[in-house]
């Protein structure tokens, strides 16, 4: 039997992972990697999970490891809609939120309820990998807007929606993965504007928001624009291990969001669920966050630095107020990843963003994660990154 | 903005469940209910989970709360593999085997890598209705086969293989879900014959082949038939609530599923596939299977008896080696809906057969779990649905 004439169009179509071909050239320990995108585990609440699964699993209570509901633990669905009250002074009830495994099973559900082959999607150009590899299996023709330091470019945006049947904007507006970027709130406003000038959904995926060390809190889309699906996650704050993120969509949405969900995997580990609301009943999220945002800030302050020091003055980079990246853009005849191969042989790594993009791709452009390596490591991996601008003679 | 334009065509495609349905006639506490398909959560092992989760976690080791690979846990496959060759003598490498949220993720991802519109698919008629579900959402053609007691109906499975272009076969060929029913050795052998002639691939659904209470255990498809996917799940042995299925499938098909998986939630739940390697390493899941299989045996024994003092004498009803379901069948002329809008009064409740089948629904019959109640309440039930057949005058 031939295997490969089984295949159904939709998984034809996906790519190969280009990070995941770059990681593997890396996986030598002695190589300084800023290409990662893993949280900090240092600040994994090990023991107060621990404690929780205690008492979650305490005096025999067989619930936890039955079947559950499609919709997710009710008290754990209670501390997101008391989140969202308290940071944005939004109103989400409890019937509106569904669990998901993390937010990438909430990109899959969108796509999977929304996207029937060659639907219009607006993207960010560049945008977050992962979620166009979710998106590409349902075959939507992508139309990518450029990414300015305040947000997409609105007058491309203004021409893309008037050009073309447009469903939904797939939008990352907070220190956005790859680039740090966050939109600004005048553009928010703006933005609101047009999808409704338009009737355009609007897919708002947030995992970076909480982890915000400078700057004032943005304002939330879902107060600016009624017709907006809002995604999060525990990943970054907590624990990416557990895969526990959510969606948050008006009634009719959420249905159909409900049967995609139920057809999928039936509900999100339920034994997760009930130790990440135990941890939440326990402890105070807020101050968690407060600590790893403090962190991640000093990373960024030093990897800036360390940037001002160590690289050629051409290398231009974005000042995240929150997040885990930072976007380097070189001169527009460098070429990144050429510039990758001869990091790896100098002992360090980043991400080539050539990837990140759809289309009118930058090749000059490196994506740079702060949060795993301390400051030593840091200033030792920007010396050798410097060395590998000097090999490939991109050093003025 | 009217919502109801905006889904796709394949999530327009999925029919509401007709068992949600159901269930949610049944909320009232003095019902008792044989319309469940929930293992007993008395063999939940708690306890033995609260010690695997207080060692996975144990001196702050960060690594249980992290991002891991999409495969799934190494140690975990390893039991998975091992197990494989302990029953069947199967040799399956752990590169073969891909952690999913339950089985039920397995046969999503499935569809997802295998299915374009329109395809052929054979699956047995009745079936697991949550596939059906799972299916329709990438629209295949499904083409049903009769079931009889010792499996599929092979003239009429070899007319449609003969007739149509049947990509793969979805089968549950241990004590199905709905019916309890298992294929003879000699049969699964000419399926296997009727495949390779056909070149169908075969996916094999056996999330309650472990649980057998009588008879010899039955040869596995993977050892008859090259071309077969093997599906498995820990939620009918250990706990349904942590969602730990398995897929195993040859290494060309395995890539699209990674790729489909990766899109899907990146990885299961890290920590509970931590804390179920634990809990195996720790303990003989055969020894515990073994206690909820002579607990199954003797509640269907006590319903078959039951059965045979109570209803009346034109009830047919199968005789299941193991699983958690009998299926009734009453004569042709009988609706089993109206019979259960009798029972619900007489505060008694079962599914009726009707949405388990594809096409030539068989209106008569009715899906009695008898995992979840005492002896005595059993009797008691039957008593109440005895006097239902009465009231819709079914009673000669």
Same sequence: chains 1, 2.
């Avoid at 699964?53 to 633990?73: F, H, P, R, W």
């Avoid at 933005?191 to 409704?196: G, N, P, V």
């Avoid at 740079?368 to 301390?374: A, G, L, Q």
């Amino acid at each position: 039997m031939n295997y490969s004439n089984l295949f159904s169009e939709r998984i034809n179509n996906v790519p190969k992972s280009f990070i995941r071909e770059i990681l593997s050239l890396i996986q030598n320990d002695d190589i300084i990697s800023f290409a990662g995108g893993l949280p900090n585990p240092d600040f994994f609440p090990v023991e107060e999970f621990r404690q929780a699964s205690n008492k979650v699993l305490m005096d025999c209570d067989t619930d936890a490891l039955q079947y559950t509901i499609t919709e997710g633990y009710r008290p754990l669905r209670e501390h997101i809609s008391k989140r969202y009250k308290q940071k944005f002074n939004l109103d989400v009830p409890l019937e509106q939120i569904l669990i998901t495994s993390g937010s990438q099973q909430g990109i899959d559900l969108l796509a999977k309820v929304l996207m029937n082959k060659g639907d219009g999607l607006l993207i960010e150009n560049p945008t977050y990998l992962a979620a166009i590899q979710s998106f590409i299996v349902y075959q939507p023709e992508f139309f990518p807007v450029s990414l300015q330091n305040d947000g997409p470019d609105l007058a491309e945006m203004e021409q893309i929606l008037e050009k073309h049947d447009i469903k939904a904007f797939y939008s990352i507006p907070n220190f956005q993965n790859p680039t740090g970027l966050t939109y600004s709130d005048e553009k928010r406003r703006h933005i609101a504007d047009l999808l409704k000038k338009h009737n355009t959904l609007l897919l708002v995926d947030d995992p970076y928001g909480d982890i915000r060390f400078e700057g004032t809190p943005a304002e939330s889309f879902k107060n600016l624009y009624e017709h907006t699906i809002l995604m999060g996650s525990f990943s970054k704050t907590v624990s990416p291990g557990c895969r526990l993120g959510w969606l948050v969509a008006p009634k009719e949405i959420y249905e159909k969001l409900y049967i995609a969900k139920q057809a999928s995997d039936l509900h999100t580990s339920y034994l997760t669920q009930r130790i990440m609301a135990q941890f939440l009943d326990d402890h105070d999220l807020d101050q968690h966050v407060s600590k790893i945002s403090d962190f991640y800030g000093k990373q960024k302050d030093a990897m800036i630095r360390a940037i001002n020091e160590y690289l050629p003055d051409f290398v231009e980079y974005t000042k995240p107020e929150g997040g885990m990246f930072i976007w380097l853009t070189i001169r527009e005849d460098m070429d990144a990843l050429k510039l990758f191969r001869a990091a790896v042989e100098e002992g360090v790594a980043f991400v080539p963003g050539e990837p990140f993009f759809v289309n009118r791709k930058k090749k000059n452009t490196l994506r740079m994660n702060f949060t795993n390596v301390s400051e030593d490591v840091m200033m030792e991996g920007m010396k050798r990154l410097a060395r590998a601008f000097q090999k490939v003679g991109y050093s003025k």
